[in-house]
C-alpha cells in the first residue's frame, strides 16, 4: 500500500510450498519436491492459450499440425521451429499431431465495451439483493424482488443492475450468509429462487426485520422449498427432472450438478450432527467418488433429487430475470458478481479435489480497505490444479455467470495473477503471494465474454500486481474507479474529467461507506466502536481530518461555488456526487442502491463478522415505494439525463 517491499520468511515459504505439495523439510523432501517440480514442466499441457492473430509456441516439435474447430472443420497448419502461426477466428480448437492432442484456446484481442454492445455510455445501479423489499412481506429479498428492481430501473432508464453473488451457500444453515463466502461458485443459492418466475405456486410468506435473522430465514426457506417439492405431482417433477438433466447436459455439468446436489444432501445429513464442512465428516464420505458417498445417493435419492429441483428452480428464476431485463430495454441487464473463492469445507473443494487449494486460506496484505491485513477464511484454484485439467473449473465458472447475464464483476481481479495465501490457522501476516498464469486466464475471460457478448469488470482495487493494469487495459476490462479511492497528487479528489473512459465510475461498492454515512461520519462512528480508528487517532481528531476532506470534496464536486453542508445534512453532497458519476466520460457509471437512496449505512464492513450486521441490512420499505420518493426520484432522472453519449 505504502510502496514498502517486504521480504517473506523461508518458514513461511516453506508451509506454503508444503502445502502445495512440495514437502521442503528436509534435503531428501526438496530434492524430491525439485524433481516433482521439473516433472510437470516436461509435462505436455492439456490446453494452450494464446491470442488471435499472434503466432503461439507449442511445446512440441512438429512441421504440421491439424486445427478441428468447435464446427467439426479440420485444417491442416504448418509449425516452423514450435511456432504456430497466427490463428484469425477466435474460439476452441482440438490440436492434433504425431503423438500429441491437446486444446488450443485462441482469444479475441479485446473484450466487448459497452460502446460495442449499445454504441454509447451506459448507466446502472448496485444491488444487494437480499436487501430488497416488495410489497408481499419476506424473510429477506430473493430473486422475484429483483426482477421487480429490474422492471423498475429498466423504466427509469437503466441499462445494467449489478447485483451481489448468487453463488450456493450451505443449505439449510444460516451461519455462512456472506455472498462472498459461497459453498460453490459454480451453482447457485436455491434460496433465492422464486418459484412464481418458474410457473409454480409461490412460496409461503414470512415477516422480517429491518435485520436480516438468517438463522432462522435459511432453515424455514429451505423447509417451504421441501414442502413444495413435496407437494408437485409426479408428473410435474419428472418433467422438471429432464429439464434440468437437459440444461446441464447441454452445459457440459450434468456430473458436476450431480455432485452439487449429493454434496447439499449430505451437508443436510451430517450438520445437525454439529458437521459443519466436508473436512469435519466421517473420512468415508470426503471422496465424492467413493463407496460411502455413492451408497448415500442411492439410499437417498429424493433427498439428492430434491437438491437437483432447487438448482433447477434458482437456474430458471435467474434466466428469467435476466430474459426479462433484456426485454424491458436494458442494454446489459445484470452484471453478475464472481467471488473470489470458496469456503474450505465446502461443495467446490470436496468435489474437485486437486484443482483446489488445501491447507491455504486466502487474503489481502494490508491496504485501504483492510489496514491490518485480511484472512478472509476461504480457498481458491490451484495455479497447477488448473493446469492440469486444462483450465477447465475457470472455464466452467464464467460459462455459468455468464449464462444468466450480461455482464461480470471478478472479485479481486488481482487474483488471475497472484493471491495472499496464509496456511491454514495462520494470519494475515503469515502469507505470502502465490503467481498464478495471469495472461492464460485473462485471455479466457475474454474469450468466454466474446462468446457470450457480455462485459468484464475487473475489480482493481488495492495492492495492484505489477504490468496488471496495462494489461486489462489492453484486453478493454473496465476497471473501478471508486470516488473515495480517487485522490490527486494534492491529496485532493480526482476532477472530472480524469476519469477513464474505459472504466466503471462509482460512488462506492458494498466494502465502503456510502457517500451520506462519510459526510455524517457514520463510518468513523463504527471505526471507534470498533477500535479500527488508525494508532493515536481518537474519535476527535478523526473528526478533525474528516472535515478538512470534506472541504476538499465537496470544492471538488461543486468546483467551491456553493456553501457546504453541515454533517447533518448530507442529501445535497449525495445529490452532487451521484451528479458527478454521471457525467464522467466513463464508459459505464454504477451507483449503489444504498447512496441513490441516501442511506448512511453501507452493507458490509470489511475485517469483521459479527461485530458489524453484515449482509443483514434490508430497505425500510418496498424498492417501487422508494424510488418514487422525490429526492431519490430527482437523483435517478438526473444520473440519466447527466450520462454523456460517448
Request: proline letters at 8%; hydrophobic letters at 45%.
Amino acid at each position: 500500500m505504502d510502496g514498502h517491499e517486504s521480504e517473506v520468511s523461508d518458514e513461511r515459504l516453506g508451509m506454503v510450498l508444503t502445502a502445495l505439495g512440495y514437502p521442503c523439510d528436509s534435503s531428501g523432501a526438496l530434492l524430491a519436491s525439485l524433481a516433482q517440480v521439473a516433472e510437470e514442466q516436461a509435462a505436455m499441457p492439456r490446453m494452450v492459450v494464446t491470442e488471435a492473430g499472434q503466432a503461439t509456441r507449442l511445446p512440441f516439435t512438429a512441421a504440421r499440425v491439424e486445427l478441428t474447430d468447435e464446427h467439426g472443420v479440420t485444417t491442416r497448419h504448418v509449425a516452423n521451429d514450435g511456432w504456430l502461426g497466427p490463428v484469425a477466428v477466435p474460439g476452441y480448437y482440438h490440436l492434433r499431431v504425431k503423438g500429441a492432442a491437446l486444446t488450443l484456446a485462441v482469444a479475441p484481442p479485446a473484450c466487448l465495451t459497452p460502446h460495442d454492445i449499445a454504441g454509447r455510455n451506459l448507466w446502472g445501479v448496485g444491488v444487494q439483493i437480499p436487501s430488497l423489499r416488495s410489497a408481499l412481506p419476506s424473510p429477506f429479498g430473493g430473486l422475484g424482488e429483483l426482477d421487480q428492481a429490474v422492471q423498475a430501473f429498466a423504466a427509469r432508464g437503466a441499462d445494467a443492475l449489478a447485483i451481489s453473488p448468487v453463488h450456493a451457500l450451505f443449505p439449510g444453515s444460516g451461519t455462512d450468509f456472506s455472498p462472498y463466502s459461497p459453498s460453490s461458485r459454480l451453482f447457485l443459492n436455491g434460496t433465492l429462487a422464486d418459484p412464481a418466475l418458474c410457473g409454480l405456486p409461490p412460496l409461503p410468506e414470512h415477516s422480517g426485520g429491518d435485520l436480516i435473522e438468517w438463522g432462522e430465514a435459511f432453515p424455514r426457506r429451505l423447509a417451504d422449498l421441501r414442502a413444495l417439492h413435496a407437494d408437485l405431482p409426479p408428473e410435474a417433477l419428472a418433467r422438471i427432472a429432464a429439464e434440468a438433466e437437459q440444461r446441464a447436459a447441454l452445459a457440459d455439468s450434468a456430473a458436476a450438478l450431480g455432485r452439487h446436489a449429493l454434496f447439499d444432501a449430505l451437508d443436510c445429513h451430517f450438520r445437525p450432527m454439529g458437521l459443519a464442512g466436508w473436512h469435519e465428516w466421517p473420512a468415508e464420505f470426503h471422496d465424492p467418488h467413493g463407496v460411502a458417498a455413492q451408497t448415500f445417493a442411492q439410499d437417498h435419492q429424493g433427498e439428492v433429487g430434491f437438491h437437483r429441483f432447487v438448482q433447477w428452480l434458482a437456474r430458471i428464476s435467474l434466466d428469467k430475470v435476466q430474459a426479462n431485463a433484456r426485454a424491458a430495454g436494458m442494454a446489459v441487464g445484470l452484471i453478475a458478481d464472481l467471488a473470489v473463492g470458496v469456503r474450505p469445507g465446502g461443495s467446490d473443494t470436496w468435489a474437485m479435489g486437486d484443482a483446489m487449494l488445501h491447507g491455504l486460506t486466502i487474503g489481502a496484505p494490508p491496504d485501504p480497505l483492510g489496514p491490518h491485513g485480511q484472512n478472509w477464511g476461504l480457498t481458491g484454484y490451484s495455479p497447477r490444479g488448473l493446469a492440469r485439467h486444462g483450465y477447465a473449473p475457470w472455464i466452467a465458472l464464467l460459462r455459468g455467470a455468464l449464462a444468466h447475464s450480461g455482464g461480470i464483476r471478478i472479485d479481486h481481479a488481482f487474483g488471475l495473477a497472484r493471491l495472499w495465501v496464509v496456511p491454514s490457522g495462520g494470519t494475515a501476516a503469515d502469507g505470502a503471494y502465490l503467481s498464478y498464469p495471469f495472461m492464460d486466464l485473462m485471455r479466457l475471460a475474454v474469450l468466454e465474454s466474446w462468446r457470450a457478448r457480455a462485459l468484464i469488470i475487473a475489480e482493481d482495487l488495492g495492492t495492484a500486481p505489477h504490468g496488471f493494469v496495462e494489461a486489462i487495459t489492453r484486453a478493454r476490462m473496465l476497471g473501478m474507479r471508486v470516488l473515495w479511492f480517487e485522490r490527486a497528487a494534492d491529496h485532493g479528489y480526482i476532477g472530472l474529467h480524469d476519469y477513464p473512459q474505459q472504466a466503471v465510475a462509482m460512488t462506492g461498492t458494498h466494502d465502503t461507506q456510502t457517500v451520506a454515512g462519510w459526510w455524517s461520519g457514520r463510518d468513523l462512528d463504527w471505526a471507534a466502536a470498533l477500535g479500527r480508528l488508525p494508532e493515536g487517532v481518537g474519535r476527535d481528531e478523526a473528526e478533525a481530518i474528516r472535515d478538512w476532506d470534506r472541504g476538499l470534496l465537496w470544492s471538488t464536486l461543486t468546483g467551491g461555488h456553493d456553501q457546504r453542508p453541515a454533517p447533518d445534512n448530507p442529501a445535497p453532497v449525495v445529490d452532487a456526487a451521484v451528479a458527478r458519476v454521471a457525467e464522467a466520460p466513463a464508459q459505464l457509471a454504477v451507483v449503489p442502491l444504498e447512496d441513490l437512496l441516501a442511506l448512511e449505512e453501507q452493507p458490509n464492513l470489511p475485517g469483521t463478522t459479527i461485530e458489524h450486521p453484515n449482509w443483514r441490512r434490508r430497505l425500510a420499505a418496498p424498492l417501487a415505494d422508494l424510488l418514487d420518493e422525490p429526492a431519490t426520484a430527482a437523483r435517478l432522472a438526473g444520473l440519466a439525463a447527466r450520462r454523456p453519449v460517448g
